[in-house]
């Protein structure tokens, strides 16, 4: 079974900070895709990565696949209250179609 | 929003009582999936389905049952709840396999098992 580790579980920052969340496996995927979900709620897709190397932006976040498919990170420039939420990463399997989850990382930002 | 609910979206049940949630789609999507969203373990796929009475097991499916009779319903069963069964569940669908498709998500279903 594939495995994904997120680090850090959980990460308090004040307004305007930077930050960044790792997602990494012993094991290689065919994509990787980032959710986002807020209390009370299902996960929400922001973006899949899927070439090793790949780079994606979205507004404030920066999404990055590594070049042996086997790790993500998120980075998030000058974050908001709004940014506030679980991020979750999640890996395609090579077969099956089905993906496995990191834990997810709870992100508290202060305004 | 993609058009998928969840029922019901919050019980709270007794040990050993039977439990089946539903889970229905207006997409006509192909693939649908359940999950179990638990403290420091991320979402963790049950069972799945990729058609009309076609399932799988995921990684957690010991105690858990489901059937698709039709499209549009995917039904999660527990024949005897547990404590451990405790837990956010989560329905979601996919026009493609979950390789390079977006996964959307139903808004839960939290199960209390006394």
């Known amino acids: 079974t594939q495995l994904l580790e997120q680090s850090p579980q959980f990460l308090s920052i004040q307004e305007g900070e930077n930050l960044t969340v790792y997602c990494n496996s012993s094991s290689v995927f065919s994509s990787l895709q980032w959710y986002r979900q807020e209390p009370g709620e299902g996960p929400v897709l922001l973006v899949t990565?899927?070439?090793?190397?790949e780079v994606k932006k979205l507004k404030r976040l920066t999404f990055q696949f590594g070049d042996a498919r086997k790790d993500s990170s998120l980075h998030i420039t000058a974050a908001q209250p709004g940014d506030t939420g679980l991020y979750l990463c999640?890996?395609?399997?090579?077969?099956?179609?089905?993906?496995?989850f990191g834990q997810g990382t709870e992100l508290s930002v202060k305004p | 929003d993609a058009g998928i609910t969840q029922s019901p979206r919050h019980k709270v049940t007794e040990t050993g009582t039977p439990v089946t949630l539903r889970c229905h789609q207006t997409e006509n999507h192909r693939y649908m999936y359940w999950y179990r969203q638990d403290p420091g373990h991320g979402l963790r796929l049950i069972h799945y389905s990729y058609g009309v009475k076609d399932t799988d097991k995921g990684e957690v499916s010991d105690g858990y049952s489901v059937s698709r009779s039709k499209t549009e319903d995917f039904l999660l069963t527990l024949e005897s709840a547990t404590s451990s069964q405790t837990s956010v569940y989560f329905c979601a669908i996919s026009g493609r396999g979950s390789d390079t498709g977006e996964l959307f998500f139903g808004e839960g279903s939290r199960l209390t098992v006394l």
């Open positions: 990565v899927v070439t090793g190397g």
């Open positions: 999640a890996g395609a399997e090579n077969q099956g179609g089905k993906l496995i």
